[in-house]
């Protein structure tokens, strides 16, 4: 049975507004309201997404690892191919009942470098929203002016006839037998003693809606432990289902 995927924490900061909220003296930020939501968002997201007809799926980076007793983890090739022939048609399927339509690009050698590169670029910017947007202390500016760019995307878009494309980025660990049996025991040894339980796996996906400028219009990021597994077809696509509930109209 899979579970939703959780939103990255505020605790701390949710307590802080909450107590300065209680008071009566002040209303809620903008910054915290935004800092709220499960995704991020442009300024301009309504009016650059309507100009956004045709949306390309460039090909998802997921790696799927396999995760042992004792912890250690090792990168499966033909595990993290299923998981993005999942993950693309989860995308699509689910996409397509919300009546966006999204086209895969099958990249070809000439413009291989050029999907490599914003594929590197997009990762540093990746960790650069979470880092300032999702952690505990965010930056209220970029919360209140999201900004983020992964650079002009002309010379692809050109190539595929699309306005935008999706990218996403994400991990999956898969435990082995004798990691679930290992964590059979510890939930039952938690029950006990109140002891910390061994972790089955985290399945973490992060997805962006980028326009020809390429600017972030979008950004959520997702994850869970050990209720997923991106190589089944029904469980990627629950996940995905969950990751894009708020994704933006486009083109209209």
Known sequence: MVREPHHVGFRSVALAVMVLLAGGCVSTPDWYRKYQQPYRAH??????????????????????????????????DEWSAAGRDAVVQGLSETLKERGVAIKPLVVDKDLQRSVDDVAVLYR???????????????????????????????????????????????????????????????????AVTGQAVVSSGTTVLNIALVDRSGAVLWYKIAGDSGGFDLRDARSAKAFVQRLVADFPAVGR
């Not at 956004?52 to 004792?70: C, F, Q, S, W």
């Open 124 to 190: 540093a910017v990746s960790s650069s929203i979470i880092e300032h947007t999702y952690k505990e202390h965010p930056f209220h500016t970029k919360l209140e002016n999201f900004d983020y760019s992964v650079g002009p995307l002309d010379p692809l878009l050109q190539k595929y006839q699309a306005d935008g494309i999706v990218i996403v980025y994400g991990v999956d660990q898969i435990s082995t037998a004798g990691r679930k049996a290992l964590r059979g025991v510890g939930l039952v040894l938690g």
């Open 43 to 76: 300024p301009e997201l309504d009016r650059r997404a309507r100009a956004v007809r045709v949306v390309g799926l460039l090909p998802p980076d997921i790696k799927i690892y396999e995760l042992t007793a004792g912890g250690v983890t090792e990168l499966r």
